[in-house]
């Protein structure tokens, strides 16, 4: 078994998505790499991530016959994050992310199949060709891509604090503290790259920074604290944005355990429903706005009503299906009735739809994408509520995912990637964006630490 050393070239804290991709990338550029994870397995919340990873311009869009721009991803989701997004970010963040499409597949994780998430216009949602949920997919990969390059990852090593010398008052990042079961450690780094994610887990943050999200359920697991944003703070790293705190609007959670109903379930053609049986508003608008919609009913959730062809598209389904959180019936109006819903106005609705869909314009809501209608048997259901899901706001970086004290200033050694970062989205993530997010700005981040490396 691998021990650990007293010393690296970059020290990366957290194993989810953003972490495994950038220890990964400053190990092919010949830096000495370990990963620092305070769980007992890797993936943290990319593990949970179901729909797919946004990118424009790709060969696989075009294999697929749509033609795309960066243009309209990036006005996109600045539109969809309330016209709050960092520009910088966003433009660094967009530009790349077709290239982190291509890096993947060089590494044995293609993304050749294609959904939509909402907010976007069109299909640049890129997943396994399987439509198996992107999380677990990308986490397997990259654990492999690890092994096989001899990068360790070291589980149950909890990061207590960062070690760090101050030069004209500034700090300069130089190693961590470590916490294992076998004591404390002090480990020094020439750099140091925080992926630990959000903090969406955190209730007590949240109740702070939100009251009005205060016991709110959350589809994050546990780690998820917000150790990053206490670690940065520690040598004056500035964080930003951190009330903007994102609901995901289907979220199943009538039993002990909230599970996320991917957004690409819609995408693929469900649609919601309140009690009454009626459609209230456009599945694929965002996320913010959908949420909003469900609270706003006088029974604060909806149903998905979707159909056999929507199940053979989206294989997520088949695990809500084996824990129990999916209804089924022949027909709508059974269905509806297996469920407390009127019979006939739900068959009435499921007809419209079919209607909307085959004239290609959703005259009530204006959804854009119609491309299914609901008539394959049989049919299914699920009961959904909006939960906490993703925390837009965490340290300031720069796009070389360099972290910025309050004044800007760059905090030497010390680099940032994925949720524990703020500024990206606005005040709203777009579906498929924070896998994006984890690669485009996880390899960045492993290029930035062997280019500050070299200096």
Known sequence: MTELAAKYDVLVIGAGGAGMTAALQAEELGAQVAVLEKEDQVGGNTSRASSGMNAAETMVQLDHGVIDSMANFYWETMKGGGRLNDPQLLNFFVHHANLAIDWLTQHGMPLTGLTITGGMS???????????PVGGYLVKGLRQQLAEHGIPVFTKTKVTALSSKLVAGRHFVDGVTVQTAAGERQIQASVVVLATGGFGA??????RLRPDLAGYATTNQEGAQGDGLKLGEMVGAASRDLSWIQVHPTVQQDGPHAYLIAEAVRGEGAILVNAAGRRFVNELTTRRVVSNAITALPEHSAYLIFDAGVRSRARAIDFYDQVGLVE??????????????PAARVEKTVDHWNQQVAADRDQDFGRQSLAHALTQAPYYAIHVAPAVHYTMGGLHIDPQTRVLDANGNVIAGLLAAGEVTGGLHGNNRIGGNSIAETVVFGRQAGIQAVKDLRK
């Open 122 to 132: 069109r299909q640049r949602t890129h997943r396994p060709s399987s439509t198996a």
């Open 202 to 207: 955190n209730a007590a943050l949240i109740s």
């Open 328 to 341: 089924t019936a022949a027909k709508p109006g059974d269905l509806a009735k297996k469920i407390g819903l």
